[in-house]
């Protein structure tokens, strides 16, 4: 839970320190856009790294989502086959 909470706190600071910024001033929208998908992959990872640090063993995770991968490839070949 603390590993969790330093990457998110650390996360905010840059955010913060960032949107002061005078350097970085992209328009809004593209602003918003990048906020939100880094703050996903921020959340993620400390999400990941929290459960690293706790010993859990991520085996039956990377064969979930190696069957998850499968299923989506087969779903999305229709599409792509379009």
Not at 69 to 76: M, P
Request: a negative charge; glycine letters at 10%; proline letters at 1%.
């Amino acid at each position: 839970l603390m590993v969790y909470a330093a990457i998110q706190m650390a996360w905010k600071y840059t955010l913060l320190y960032f949107s002061k910024s005078d350097k970085y001033d992209p328009d809004a929208e593209t602003q918003v856009v990048l906020t939100s998908l880094l703050s996903y992959f921020v959340g993620a990872f400390a999400i990941l790294c929290g459960l690293a640090v706790s010993g859990v063993d991520f085996t039956g995770i990377a064969i979930v989502a190696g069957a998850l991968s499968v299923g989506i490839g087969f779903g999305l070949q229709n599409i792509v086959n379009n």
